[in-house]
Structure formats: C-alpha cells, structure tokens
Nanobody, 121 residues
Framework: QVQLVESGGGLVQAGGSLRLSCATS????????MGWYRQTPGKQRELVAE???????NYADSMKGRFTISRDNAKNTVYLQMNSLKPEDTAVYYC???????????????WGRGTQVTVSS
C-alpha cells in the first residue's frame, strides 16, 4: 500500500521559513511527477509547485521566487522550501505523487493527509 507522509509544518512568523518534506513508502514501480498543493477552508485545493522525475519544475505565480520544490529520487521524497512566508500562505499543505503500480504498470495519483502551515502577522 502506497503512502505519502508530510512533515515540517508548523507556526512561523511572517517573513520566516519552513521546509516541508513528503516521504513515499510502499510498493511502486516508479514515481513520476510529485507536487505540493494547499487548501484553506472554503476554497479549492490549489497547486503550489510540481516537479517531474527529471527535475523540471512549475510554480504557481504567487510562489515564484519564494518557494523551491526539490526531490530526492533515491529517497522517494519531495521537499518544499518556503521562504518569506506571508499570512496568506496559511493553509493545509498536501503532497501528491503519480505512482506507477508494479502490477498493472498504470500511474495513479496518491495524496498525503496534509500538514498545517500557519503564518502569523
């Protein structure tokens, strides 16, 4: 059973930094794109950043220059370095990964349970 487990969330003052990690465990033939999303109450989940297996990245406009996504393929882990945090970055952050089943060889998207990030003003 594939699992994604996020860590690194917490409370930080505006202007501060946090680093989120998301480790993947379980049977996977390969892991494709990985990404971070966030959601606040009453709003849809939105893309923060994504990274391909080869390392190509894509960011939401409001995160460009402040957030950096990276991955360690040997550890099946994706990271999100968040700098210059703002109160409006407060949200639950979720990681997602496209994982190929070793049995069917089909890719499916798996989600973590989320980690709370709170930025105080």
């Amino acid at each position: 059973q594939v699992q994604l487990v996020e860590s690194g969330g917490g409370l930080v003052q505006a202007g501060g930094s946090l680093r989120l990690s998301c480790a993947t465990s379980g049977r996977a033939f390969s892991i494709g794109a990985m990404g971070w999303y966030r959601q606040t109450p009453g709003k849809q989940r939105e893309l923060v950043a994504e990274i391909t297996e080869g390392g190509s990245t894509n960011y939401a406009d409001s995160m460009k220059g402040r957030f950096t996504i990276s991955r360690d393929n040997a550890k099946n882990t994706v990271y999100l370095q968040m700098n210059s945090l703002k109160p409006e970055d407060t949200a639950v952050y979720y990681c997602a990964a496209d994982i190929q089943s070793p049995l069917s060889l089909r890719f499916s998207t798996y989600w973590g349970r989320g980690t709370q990030v709170t930025v105080s003003s």
